[in-house]
């Protein structure tokens, strides 16, 4: 049975919710850009002392690219993974999942989950540049290690909810 793509109009509105975040993001980072010192720290040992820098410029550019390609990367697996049907995804009870019945709900909801962790790199890339603005706030410049442990902690926090949320969903197998 050919299993035929179709773009719902719910994924469509949840493109442009990613898209208005990323643009959210890339009007902080570079509207932020500013308040950074011409040589940015943007490296830090385990003490919060900087070990790495970089220009303003190369800084910004770094951070919109990697914001741009790691959730666009993201959300391209997932969109293909829903153009090929679900066909080669590894999840449990795969023949109950993909059934022609429920194949469409599922590529669906993988869909949905994709652009949800899309969504979560972007907010963490931001939380990253906003702890280097901080960093670079003192002179000398020293990243706050308590940024580290909220940003790094509620980046894995968020993605461990993702992932079990993920897989339990394919774990239940109704009657």
């Known amino acids: 049975m050919e299993t035929r793509y179709h773009f719902p109009v719910n994924n469509s509105r ?3 919710v990613i898209l208005l975040l990323w643009a959210a993001f ?3 980072v570079v509207f ?10 943007t490296h830090f040992d385990a003490a919060g002392v900087p070990n790495g820098w970089m220009t303003r410029a190369g800084h910004v550019r770094f951070t919109l690219i990697f914001g741009t390609l790691a959730p666009a990367f993201v959300v391209g697996v997932f969109t293909f993974i829903r153009a090929l049907g679900g066909r080669g995804m590894n999840i ?5 999942w993909l ?4 194949q469409q709900a599922t590529v669906d909801f993988v869909q949905r989950r994709g652009i949800w962790l899309a969504g979560l790199i972007v907010a963490f ?24 442990g909220w940003i790094a902690g509620g980046f894995g926090v968020a993605i461990l909810i993702w992932a079990v949320t993920f897989v339990v969903r394919f774990l239940r197998r109704p009657a």
């Open 14 to 16: 949840r493109y442009l």
């Open 26 to 28: 890339a009007s902080y």
């Open 32 to 41: 932020s850009a500013p308040r950074l010192p011409d040589r940015v720290a």
């Open 92 to 96: 449990p009870n795969t023949d109950y």
């Open 99 to 102: 059934a022609p019945e429920r």
């Open 125 to 148: 890339i931001a939380g990253i540049h906003a702890s280097i603005l901080r960093a670079n706030a003192h002179a000398p410049a020293v990243l706050p290690l308590s940024d580290v």
